[in-house]
């Protein structure tokens, strides 16, 4: 027999920093099963009031480039500074048996010990965008537990990475010293989109190759950025070993942030973020139900079975579903062409 969660009772947990019960917060909102949601919906309406103080930094980059070190020097000093770290650090999961490895706690083991901060590696299971299902709903509970720095790592670079952009303040790229042809792998809509590009492991024999780095990036920026917006996104070198540049990094951070804040504003950029999640979470529930509505989920198999053959193509076989859904969904409105 589970046990019952008490709503109240968690709250109150994680308002008073609680590691326990954010801990049992976060694997709330993740948990897939029908009966958690209402409890998260209720769980986040009351944290909601005492979330959206904290500076939110979504990191991203290449494969090799140091992400999780990056993150374990960068949080140190940060807390060294008087400030609450939390890290939601997804790791890529198997499409086929959702297994991960969750290795970020071993690769950040100085931050990992510091009371002051807080680090929950999810898997990233079938969800696209490089990011688990609920890495916003575990900001909302991380910042109301009194972290005033959230940062979201994300699996890597790749076309479906950009969803980290759509949820926090500003978008961190990591590139890797002496990329050199490495760089074709970072996609122009990745370039488009980073607020502050950091070139990482600016040390010993790499220094140099991490300056040529970082001149070709900040050329192809000249040719990405809009001049229109007044901004240009800045190209900075790093070590997460040795530490060099990491304040200047986040010194261009917090220059992003202020500079939302004086053009778009940051409560609005917000805002905007919170519709997009509002659509996310609509389109979640639709491709859930598809999946749980018996019917639609035996004709799916059927035509996949069909598809996967030829004889029917992808096209008349996603006619043939909407029709049906049309069927189960009165008002839905599909009609199938001649």
């Avoid at 609450?84 to 290795?103: E, Q």
């Avoid at 969803?163 to 978008?171: Q, S, Y």
């Amino acid at each position: 027999m589970r046990r019952r969660i008490d709503v109240d009772a968690l709250a109150a947990q994680v308002l008073d920093g609680q590691r326990a019960g954010i801990a049992q917060a976060i694997t709330l909102v993740e948990s897939s099963l029908p009966a958690h949601r209402p409890l998260a919906r209720a769980l986040l309406a009351r944290l909601l009031p005492s979330a959206g103080k904290a500076t939110r930094v979504g990191l991203t980059g290449v494969p090799g480039a140091g992400k999780s070190t990056f993150i374990d020097a960068l949080g140190c000093r940060l807390i060294e500074a008087g400030h609450r770290v939390a890290v939601l650090a997804v790791d890529p999961s198997s499409t086929r048996t959702g297994g991960s490895i969750l290795g970020d706690r071993t690769r950040m083991g100085k931050l990992s010990e510091s009371d002051d901060a807080y680090i929950r590696p999810s898997p990233s299971g079938c969800h696209l965008g490089g990011v688990a299902r609920a890495t916003r709903e575990a900001m909302i509970i991380v910042e109301a537990a009194g972290f005033d720095t959230v940062i979201v790592e994300t699996v890597g670079v790749g076309q479906s990475e950009v969803a980290v952009a759509g949820m926090v303040d500003t978008f961190l790229l990591l590139a890797l010293a002496g990329a050199g042809d490495q760089l074709q792998g970072i996609k122009r809509g990745i370039l488009e989109l980073a607020d502050v590009i950091a070139v990482n492991k600016a040390d010993g024999d790499n220094a140099g190759q991490a300056r040529v780095t970082a001149r070709d990036l900040s050329i192809a920026m000249k040719l990405i950025n809009d001049e229109s917006s007044g901004r240009r996104t800045p190209v900075l070198t790093c070590s997460a070993l040795t530490g060099q540049g990491l304040d200047e990094v986040w010194d261009a951070v917090g220059e992003h942030r202020s500079w939302v804040e004086e053009t778009v504003g940051l409560q609005r950029r917000r805002a905007d973020q919170q519709v997009d999640w509002m659509w996310a979470q609509i389109e979640g529930a639709v491709v859930d139900s598809l999946r749980s509505t018996p019917q639609l989920a035996s004709l799916g198999h059927e035509l996949a079975a069909q598809v996967g053959t030829s004889s029917l193509s992808a096209l008349d076989a996603s006619a043939r579903f909407l029709s049906a859904y049309a069927g189960e969904v009165p008002g839905f409105g599909w009609q199938d062409a001649d």
